[in-house]
């Protein structure tokens, strides 16, 4: 049996990943390190791809037709980058790709990404793309205590994102919150890594560490102005949440003097589970074993989320996320929810509540030609109107934006004008 720390046992035989490395394309650089720390807690090596830089793009330039959207070309540009380091053996590397089922392109990526390292002489190099549709391919036995660390995991990372983002525009020392972090960060992976895979015993260490977290974060000077604007960032998952893909507009938008409210991961998990119950309805499957293992794991990831949060109350209060709920029926009158699958939908309901929490403007960032964000486009004139006239702006990137400082200034000043006319204020 593959043995995991602590003595824990999860899974039989001699597991086909051990003596391999997972590496994982970070999506955001907190929520990357954490998941990678979730796969060690199960017994396996993992770590992200090393950061992305201008090799990333002629990589993925390299290896890609140029039809492919942004996010799979830096994906497989740093992916490449892995498996041209000077000693990589590539049948020792195992490339971690999600997929998921829905209406754009990215449910091929995998099948994709399959294809291009078969062409180009690395057939031994596995690729992973674990998902309940295929009974978590290639994790075998620890895909349970997978499921599990790995969603503690994300939202970990996300109660660290939030802070990070409640704290940085305010610190009265630049740099000083970002120190924090990555010290939190640091503590939040060891505590996922080595504590015990018991869940509840896993949890309370978890949460242990977030709280350190939390009282560090609140030993930073911090000056809090009121009538800093808040910036609701909502749009394509990998774009939005990766600073190279967008060319760190987060931390310009603080240069600016603006706060941020990224919309997170587990808003796309919760939406998925929310789709996979409307699909078991449609076959009419609601009372089966299926759905019943839905269910469960639904209450099990509301539960953990719950107890992880519960320290923050203070923290985030005024940013409290919606359910997902809420975000398709705020969605609804705009779009066809059960018709208009995907992030079109959560963007369009999120910025609809983000609005309705005192955001000043709403961002969305899309990776050029990324149909969920064209679309989002022509509903957002609409949006814009029925919220008094907020001001929505799409972000295309492509990885050769041109003066996007420039851009942020203008609408920055929209977004102030905004504010100074909307009532109630911000609270
Ligand atoms: S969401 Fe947009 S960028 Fe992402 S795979 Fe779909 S179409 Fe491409």
């Known amino acids: 049996m593959l043995q995991v720390p602590n003595g824990s046992r999860a899974g039989g035989g001699q597991h086909p990943l051990k003596g391999k490395r997972v590496y994982i394309p970070p999506m955001g650089y907190g929520s990357g390190r954490t998941f990678a720390a979730a796969f060690r807690a199960i017994g396996l090596d993992a770590d992200i791809t090393p950061p992305s830089d201008h090799r990333t793009r002629e990589l993925g330039a390299k290896y890609t037709s140029g039809d492919e959207c942004y996010p799979a070309k830096v994906t497989i540009g740093d992916f490449m980058r892995v498996l041209e380091q000077?000693?990589?053996?590539?049948?020792?590397?195992?490339?971690?790709?999600?997929?998921?089922?829905?209406?754009?392109?990215?449910?091929?990526?995998?099948?994709?990404?399959?294809?291009?390292l078969d062409r180009n002489g690395f057939p031994h190099t596995q690729v992973l793309s674990p998902t309940s549709g295929n009974a978590y391919d290639g994790l075998g036995d620890l895909a349970r205590p997978f499921i599990r660390t790995g969603w503690r995991a994300l939202v970990a990372a996300d109660i660290m994102q939030k802070l990070l983002l409640r704290y940085r525009p305010y610190e009265v020392h630049k740099g000083e919150t970002e120190g924090v972090y990555a010290e939190c960060l640091e503590d939040v992976c060891e505590s996922i890594e080595k504590s015990p895979i018991d869940p509840p015993v896993q949890l309370r260490a978890l949460r242990e560490a977030l709280v350190r977290a939390r009282d560090r974060f609140r030993g930073i000077p911090v000056r809090r102005d009121p009538s800093t604007p808040l910036i609701g960032i909502v749009g394509e998952i990998f774009c939005r949440l990766h600073n190279f893909s967008n060319e760190n507009l987060v931390r310009r938008l603080e240069e600016y003097e603006a706060e941020a409210w990224i919309s997170d991961i587990p808003e796309w998990v919760w939406y998925t589970t929310q789709e996979q119950f409307r699909k078991l309805k449609l076959a009419g499957r609601l009372y089966s074993k299926e759905a019943l293992g839905a269910w469960i794991r639904k209450w099990i990831q509301h539960r953990d989320e719950h107890f992880l949060f519960q320290p923050?109350?203070?923290?985030?209060?005024?940013?409290?996320?919606?359910?997902?709920?809420?975000?398709?029926?705020?969605?609804?009158?705009?779009?066809?929810?059960?018709?208009?699958?995907?992030?079109?939908?959560l963007n369009v309901g999120k910025a609809v509540y983000l609005a309705h929490k005192g955001a000043a403007g709403i961002i969305d960032i899309s990776p050029f030609t990324c149909m969920n964000g064209i679309v989002c486009e022509a509903i957002y004139p609409r949006v814009s109107r029925d919220l008094g006239g907020i001001p929505i702006r799409n972000f295309y990137f492509d990885g050769t934006q041109s003066d996007l400082d420039r851009d942020l200034g203008v609408y920055l000043e929209l977004a102030r004008s905004y504010q100074r006319r909307r009532k109630p204020a911000r609270s």
Request: glycine share 10%.
């Open 86 to 116: 000077p000693g990589t053996d590539p049948s020792k590397v195992v490339l971690f790709m999600p997929t998921a089922e829905g209406p754009c392109r990215f449910g091929q990526y995998a099948t994709y990404l399959r294809l291009v």
């Open 312 to 345: 923050f109350r203070e923290e985030f209060a005024g940013h409290e996320e919606p359910s997902i709920r809420e975000v398709l029926d705020y969605a609804r009158p705009y779009l066809p929810v059960d018709g208009a699958m995907g992030e079109m939908v």
